[in-house]
């Protein structure tokens, strides 16, 4: 029997906590289960410490996050809607995704504008729009050859509508009166569409 310390991401619905933080449910758990069912080996999980998937301070040298946590052996493995770059496939080794994703937009759907596209945000001047501060959406929009990404990171910056990470980007939309928009390439970003249209709140437009 093989023992395997995984590092896990709380991130709906892909994992959730259940009380004491101890009980896991979601697809990655169902996932780690099946591969305990077909392969002579036991998962110990836990959830990685800073929150965070994985960004390079090119400051300190140093990665934190999940990939932070692979690189220095503290454990053998990170499971997670964790999106494959460059930068991170030179620090670890992947698996085939079992998943694909493009960029999002979430916004309210007040009625007023139907939003499918990153040239529809561009075109109109009444909602502001934004992405996560560090990861792969930033990333792919700054170092962009295509005009018009670039003009969405411009206009992001002069709107200085970066949010500090997914979970506060999607709760600004969600409070909001529909004056903001955010994109991620997180996958979440369809099922929290769903969960939040059941109220008529949000909708989701594909960015890239």
């Known amino acids: 029997l093989i023992l395997l310390d995984s590092l896990l991401q709380e991130s709906e619905p892909y994992l959730m906590v259940g ?23 036991k998962f110990h999980i836990q959830l990685v410490e800073d929150g965070n998937y994985g960004d390079y301070d090119e400051t300190m040298g140093t990665w934190n996050g999940m990939v932070g946590e692979v690189i220095n052996e503290r454990v053998d493995m990170a499971v997670a809607d964790l999106s494959i770059i460059s930068a991170r496939e030179k620090a670890v080794d992947f ?3 079992f998943l694909q994703t493009g960029i999002s937009i ?11 596209s990153l040239d529809d945000l561009l075109r109109q001047d009444k909602i502001k729009f934004g992405c996560e501060r560090r990861g792969f959406t930033p990333t792919f929009f700054r170092n962009s050859k295509v005009p018009t ?27 909001g009166g529909g004056d903001y928009a955010f994109m991620s390439d997180n996958p979440r970003m369809e099922f929290l569409a769903d969960k939040h249209c059941q109220k ?9």
């Open 95 to 97: 698996t085939v995704p």
């Open 149 to 175: 990404n670039q003009k969405i990171w411009q206009a992001i910056l002069e709107q200085e509508s970066l949010a500090s990470n997914f979970i506060s980007g999607v709760q600004k939309v969600v409070d």
């Open 200 to 208: 008529g709140m949000v909708s989701v437009g594909h960015g890239v």
């Open 19 to 41: 009380e004491g933080s101890a009980v896991f449910t979601g697809y990655v758990v169902d996932m780690l289960d099946l591969i305990e069912n077909k392969m002579d080996c």
């Open 106 to 116: 979430l916004y309210k759907n007040t009625g007023v504008l139907t939003i499918s």
